[in-house]
């Protein structure tokens, strides 16, 4: 019976389906392992090569971990709202979600074919409304909750209303906004109902504020920061500006203290914790207010360097600093109007990234120094940021390089700081520099000044000391139609929540997908949408980030229709074990996702303050492209003739995208070039040694670039197990790596010489019941071990080559035994898991249950050499190998030598003069 892949791996992936073979056991005996992928968004394309990577490794553990006596959980779902499926729709008129489940359709065929051991009862869609009812439900436990910083923690706003009640504002330590109010309680009950909420509003940790964003007019939506690339849109290349607007954000800076904590708790990849940690960007300085006597008001900025202080020449505000209408003269309106104009263009990211270009704008008013009195000018310029810090900066030009070079462009003041003789010096406050031009701090060194400048200003109370994080409160809304609906009306302005059990509040049918033709978000079209037919529902809807940041808890028990999740079930899976997933979403879904497992751990859901215990990233695979060389003509021109690759320096040519598909080991299908490309029907080909052979280079895997590999084209040809063994063979999980199709033969005849060592020559099955020897007892414990240790470290790629190792040296001994085969099928199991099914069914064991199997037990004692096969010599001259047991002494090795009937031809009859013995090496006759 010959290897026969596509027969027998439908086969095994129906026998899993119909008995559900990976479903979780009810039992609690086992210990527990949670295995989960960072979940799909569902294009239209489809999964090429380069997708299946992370699944397939943590396939291969989560099978192993089976193996291993664990219960494992490996679920699969769809992060299906999201910007292409409407984008599509805008197009087209079809609704997104008969695209999405198109696709949804189209992706689970593909994952299906792969053979990936998940549980498919479980899978989630953050789409269906049986989900996003439960994303509106947290949301409101968000809008409901406030951040005690004296508790450390999250708890009900009905806690702080109630302190209110009793205590009024006083004592009051929470994370809120900075305009909150003072008031007794006698005042707060005083207050009308629009007053209280509206000091709620200011605790909320989901809260609705004007907020400076990423505004997309093309899109019609609000971006995230790392939707804009260079000022535009990353998807679609549109322009991009900033913008004033009314939008939902989420108080994550709250958490921020308690998300550096937790990194060190995490086995994370270190870059992608560094990252983290600088996005957050914990910074410990002084709180410093300048006031500003024409407005009677003050400019408060952050700072690290408060030593410096005395080298403040100017002042610079954001562009969109809530004061700089105010502060702006008649004769600068012109300018600082033009400037604000020309900012709103440029995204923070661009603002942060451009260090080179010198830009800004003179407001004509001055601010006091809080401890001179002098004069200060006050600025605007884009590289401030409003939302990062007070949006305002304390210019230094003596001590920081980029206020130096906006000083030395527009001419503006540069104080001395320090006796140092640089800016370098001046901003390193571990140089021994000593500050001059202040009797408060003069001759003082940083350490001696920072607590003398901080009780000073605390004195004038124009500041104090003060932590301050670079992130900011998270963005939560779109403009767009393909999202959640937030659960939320709004009567005289303020916004309230449904109830529950008006949960889930659905999207409704609209008759576009665009904006109104007043600006409003799509859901403004949807007729005789109102709560109670009064009230408007907001017309925002979630971001592609709501659904995502819980929905590993939704795996544990996602057909509970009463909760997000049973006490039961996140106390048996409490965090996920192993997270596999793109480093890309660092500062994205890894961040919100750990915000929101600590808010809902906080109000008393689950107890696990992080939710991924360890993290791997797995690399990129490449796209390995193709090239043709067209030839050109005396004028440049291209012509009808290709040369190929090792001829092309003949000719002037230019290379052209070929597609990968239609080349073998860089030999093109001439005939299927001319199909593949009709207007080169009638090409000519200059070859070399009969065959073209194309050019090649790495380059991102794309359409555009011809060099997309379809998972479902190598599947019909080799099979799912050897797809998942090649891209395991690529190289390190970790690391990025190029697609090369030529390499994948040798894979394929691997499971073929697998195949073999349960069949005879005949192709019947034919294996024996007998006792292997000691050399295939050692190859069988050689890959025991080491397949174990790899998986453990997630280094695949070398048990592939220890697979083939061991499988060649099973072929050379000739073994067809029961008790190597059956151990060595378990082994291979998690990495080609249809073979080994349909072998270890061929060995009589009862279908199906080797996902159940037990991992075999190592022995070392097969590893230990009893034997050693000795190199003999004479007069230095390898003759022949002796195999002699070693434990024999120096005495007994010589008498077995001489006696020998080799050696004696060898001798022909010389005296042997004495016998070179090295245990375990080498035996060397001397004549």
Sequence with gaps: ??????????????????????????????????????????????????????????????????????????????????????????????????????????????????????????????????????????????????????????????????????????????????????????????????????????????????????????????????????????????????????????????????????????????????????????????????????????????????????????????????????????????????????????????????????????????????????????????????????????????????????????????????????????????????????????????????????????????????????????????????????????????????????????????????????????LGRAENWKYQDQYEYELSTMPGWAGSSWYWFRYMDPHNERSFVSKEAVDYWKAVDLYIGGSEHATGHLLYARFWNKVLKDLGFHNEEEPFKKLINQGMVQGRSNFVYRVLDEEGKGTNSFVSYGLKDQYRTVPLHVDVNIVHNDVLDTERFKAFRPDFANAVFILENGKYVCGTEVEKMSKSKFNVVNPDDIISTYGADTLRLYEMFLGPLEQSKPWNTNGIEGVYKFLRKVWRLFHDTEGTFAVSDEEPTKAEYKALHKIIKKVEEDIERFSFNTSVSAFMICVNELTDLKCNKRAILQDLIIVLQPYAPHITEELWCLLGNEAGTLSYAAYPRFEAAYLVESEFAYPVSINGKMKFNLPLALDLDAKAVEEIVLAHADVQRFLEGKAVKKIIFVKGKIINVVV
């Design 1 to 522: 019976m010959e290897y026969n892949h596509q027969s027998l791996e439908k086969k095994w992936q129906q026998f899993w389906a119909k008995h559900g073979t990976f479903k979780p056991v009810p039992s609690t005996e086992k210990p527990k392992y949670y295995v989960l992928d960072m979940f799909p968004y569902p294009s239209g394309a489809g999964l090429h090569v380069g997708h299946p990577l992370g699944y397939i490794a943590s396939d291969i553990f989560s099978r192993f971990k089976r193996l291993k006596g664990f219960n494992v959980l490996h679920p699969m779902g769809y992060d299906s709202f999201g910007l292409p499926a409407e984008q599509y729709a805008i197009q087209t008129g079809q609704h997104p979600a008969v695209t999405t489940e198109v696709n949804i359709n189209r992706y689970r065929e593909q994952l299906d074919n792969i053979g990936f051991s998940y549980d498919w009862s479980r899978e989630v869609r953050t789409s269906d409304a049986s989900y996003y009812k439960w994303t509106q439900w947290i949301f409101m436990r968000l809008f409901d909750a406030w951040y005690n910083k004296e508790s450390d923690r999250a708890e009900p706003l009905a806690s702080l209303v109630q302190h209110f009640e009793t205590h009024g504002s006083k004592g009051i330590q929470a994370a809120s906004d900075d305009d909150t109010s003072t008031f007794t309680a006698s005042e707060w009950s005083r207050f009308s109902e629009e007053e209280q909420q509206k000091e709620l509003l200011k605790y909320r940790l989901a809260y609705l504020r004007e907020s400076t964003v990423n505004w997309c007019a093309a899109l019609g939506t609000v971006l995230a920061n790392d939707e804009v690339i260079n000022g535009v849109s990353e998807r679609g290349g549109y322009p991009v500006e900033q913008k004033k607007m009314m939008q939902w954000s989420m108080r994550i800076t709250a958490y921020a203290d308690r998300l550096l904590r937790g990194l060190e708790t995490i086995d994370w990849p270190e870059p992608l914790v560094e990252m983290q940690r600088n996005w957050i960007g914990k910074s410990v300085g002084a709180s410093v207010k300048f006031p500003v006597p024409q407005i009677d008001n003050e400019i408060e900025v952050f700072t690290t360097r408060v030593d410096t202080i005395f080298g403040v020449s100017f002042i610079v505000l954001a562009p969109e600093h809530e004061l700089v209408d105010a502060l702006t003269t008649d004769g600068q309106r012109s300018a600082i109007e033009s400037y604000k104009d020309r900012t709103s263009k440029k995204s923070e990211l661009d603002r942060m990234a451009d260090t080179k270009t010198v830009s800004g704008a003179f407001t004509g008013a001055f601010a006091k120094h809080p401890l001179t009195g002098e004069d200060v000018q006050i600025w605007i310029a884009d590289y401030v940021l409003a939302g990062y810090g007070t949006g305002a900066v304390m210019a230094v030009p003596s001590g920081d390089q980029r206020d130096y070079l906006f000083a030395k462009h527009f001419e503006l003041p540069i104080i001395p700081i320090s006796d140092s003789q640089n800016i370098e010096e001046a901003a390193d406050p571990n140089k021994d520099g000593r500050y001059i031009n202040s009797d408060i701090v003069n001759g003082m060194t940083y350490q001696e000044a920072v607590p003398v400048l901080i009780n000073r200003l605390v004195e004038l109370k124009l500041g104090k000391a003060k932590v301050n994080f670079r992130m900011r409160d998270a963005i939560f809304g779109r403009q767009r139609y393909w999202g959640e609906p937030v659960p939320v009306y709004f009567k005289n302005g303020l916004p309230y929540l449904l109830k529950e059990e008006e949960l889930p509040l659905l999207l409704p049918e609209v008759d576009k997908y665009l904006p109104t033709e007043t600006g409003e978000p799509p």
